[in-house]
């Protein structure tokens, strides 16, 4: 299994919502990333999980909360967005941090209303 | 500050022939680069990479080369195919001093006409 599945893989929410996205890898990787992806831009590294501690956070408002309940899950909540946070979410994986190759999941396209 | 870069935003190449997308780099820690490919809508697919230590590294129809000296990598597709196109982004890393962050450049966006 090289799957990077993540869910929903749309989402709509208001300003005031709190909502979850949800990432799963069954590669028995140790390191998880969250990026952010706006249209024709290049993905930007919002946090790293190494050995499900918290190792890299670029500086991401706080209404982004990461959680790696375990290895094999990482999430993101979000809380208050605001409409220029609305983007492409991807999640992805890699053996261990770095060693470069990461592999993605299809990511989650996020509308903030 | 753009770490690495990808001057052209678009490329267009006929079926058969070579397709080559460049890519430039700033950071000299950089030890290690990737290429991965893009279609709307989905996460990135890894294509192939490369560690400093080489200047060139083959997988199939795909090739990518580093010169250091320059800065500067590119990756050959020969020969294209109409499925090749895609959004093509090079990404750089410092590996493990960073703790795994990778580098986008801008992106190029291949199209292989029939």
């Known amino acids: 299994d090289t799957e990077v599945t993540q869910t929903p893989k749309h989402l709509v929410m208001g300003m005031t919502n709190k909502k979850s996205l949800k990432c799963e890898q069954h590669?028995?990787?140790?390191?998880m990333y969250w990026y952010k992806q706006k249209a024709k831009k290049p993905p930007e590294l919002m946090f790293v999980?190494?050995?499900?501690?918290?190792?890299i956070n670029e500086s991401v408002p706080s209404r982004f909360s990461p959680e790696c309940p375990n290895s094999s899950l990482l999430n993101l909540h979000l809380h208050a967005l605001q409409p220029e946070d609305s983007a492409l979410y991807l999640c992805?994986?890699?053996?261990?941090?770095?060693?470069?190759?990461?592999?993605f999941g299809s990511g989650t396209q996020l509308s903030v209303l | 500050d753009q770490q690495v870069k990808q001057n052209s935003p678009s490329l267009s190449v006929q079926e058969g022939r070579i397709s080559i997308l460049n890519c430039d780099y700033t950071?000299?820690?950089?030890?290690?680069f990737l290429w991965y490919k893009k279609y709307p809508a989905e996460g990135p697919t890894f294509l192939i990479s490369?560690?400093?230590?080489?200047d060139k590294n083959e997988d199939g129809r795909f090739t990518v080369f580093l010169n250091k000296s320059a800065k500067h990598l590119s990756l050959h597709i020969v020969p294209s195919q109409p499925g090749d196109s895609a959004v093509y982004f090079c990404?750089?890393?410092?590996?493990?001093?960073?703790?795994?962050?990778?580098?986008f450049g801008q992106g190029t966006e291949l199209s292989v006409k029939p």
């Open positions: 992805a994986s890699s053996q261990a941090s770095g060693l470069g190759k990461l592999f």
């Open positions: 590669m028995g990787h140790r390191a």
């Open positions: 999980y190494s050995y499900e501690k918290l190792s």
């Open positions: 950071n000299s820690m950089f030890d290690y």
């Open positions: 490369i560690s400093s230590i080489k």
């Open positions: 990404a750089a890393s410092e590996g493990d001093n960073q703790g795994g962050k990778l580098i």
